[in-house]
């Protein structure tokens, strides 16, 4: 089983919608979260962390449920600017971070 | 502010011939780590640095490939002999050292995209 798993998608939505990408997580002792973004052909960058509690960065809402182990990223309003790679990450203990395998977003016209 | 530079960018080379990609991380920043990205495999850490020494290398898949960080400003991933199945793109990425969510966050260089023939 993987470390940290996602659906690969792609979701294909068009402008204005709302969407929901989830993962999972084996490592219980896993202790911060993230969402990065992939642009075809470029580097990861950090969209957001995610807080137990939850945190909203404008359109965008990460949710955290450890006992589930799973994270979830919220794209509201969705922009042609939005179509990208979400990589759902993940760390604990002395290990770096741990990368899911990305889900791909197509926000069509 | 310069982010994190690698070097080649683009790297075509034969089988067995050696590789060396390289990584300047971003002024600072203690941590550096190396990964690879390949469409079966995703994103995978190889090896990272703290204060130029290497702190886990349990991604590094076979003796072909060693790291090396000689100074706070440089860091080389080396294959040798390269094989067709090491073509991927290859990341460095670095981060200051510190507690709190501001530590979090990995900055990327822009890869070097390796093929080898």
């Known amino acids: 089983r993987k470390e940290v798993e996602q659906d690969p998608g792609p979701f294909n939505v068009p402008e204005g919608a709302t969407v929901a990408f989830n993962c999972t997580y084996s490592?219980?002792?896993?202790?911060?979260f993230f969402w990065y973004r992939q642009d075809c052909r470029k580097e990861p960058k950090l969209l957001m962390s995610?807080?137990?509690s939850g945190n909203e960065d404008g359109r965008f809402t990460a949710q955290l449920n450890r006992a589930s182990q799973y994270i979830s990223l919220l794209i509201r309003d969705s922009k042609l600017s939005d179509s990208a790679t979400y990589l759902c990450?993940?760390?604990?203990?002395?290990?770096?971070?741990?990368f899911g395998s990305g889900t791909r977003l197509q926000v069509q016209p | 502010d310069a982010g994190v530079i690698q070097s080649p960018r683009h790297e075509v080379t034969e089988m067995g011939q050696e590789v060396t990609l390289r990584c300047k991380p971003i002024?600072?920043?203690?941590?550096l780590f190396w990964y690879r990205q390949t469409m079966m495999r995703g994103l995978e850490l190889l090896i990272y640095?703290?204060?130029?020494?290497?702190?886990?290398d349990s991604g590094m898949p076979e003796d072909r490939f060693s790291a090396k960080m000689p100074n706070a400003s440089f860091s080389t991933l080396k294959i040798q002999p390269s094989e067709p199945r090491d073509s991927a793109v290859y990341f460095c990425a670095s981060r200051p050292s510190g507690q709190g969510r501001s530590y979090n966050e990995q900055f990327f260089g822009p890869g070097t995209r390796l093929t080898v023939l």
């Open positions: 995610v807080y137990s």
């Open positions: 640095f703290n204060n130029n020494v290497p702190i886990d």
């Open positions: 002024s600072g920043h203690d941590y």
């Open positions: 990450v993940v760390r604990g203990g002395r290990r770096a971070l741990t």
């Open positions: 490592n219980s002792a896993s202790q911060s």
